[in-house]
């Protein structure tokens, strides 16, 4: 499974910009990294109130890692 295109999905379709949205990609022996970076402007859209989309972005990663016994982890640069 390609955990960079499922969060692309996810973020582009909440921000303002959605070209601007990079994600890179770090790949471990049993965990992958993504860093997330978007514009200023919507990295509030990103996060959401007390970080509930953040945390619901990160549950679905995990949940779809669950199944190849991987751990993805998620962070969001400024």
Known sequence: MN????VSYMVKSLVDHPERVEIREIEGEKSTILELKV???DIGKVIGKHGRIARAIRTILSASATKSGK???LEILD
């Open 71 to 73: 751990r993805v982890v």
């Open 3 to 6: 955990y960079s295109e499922l």
């Open 39 to 41: 514009t200023k402007e």
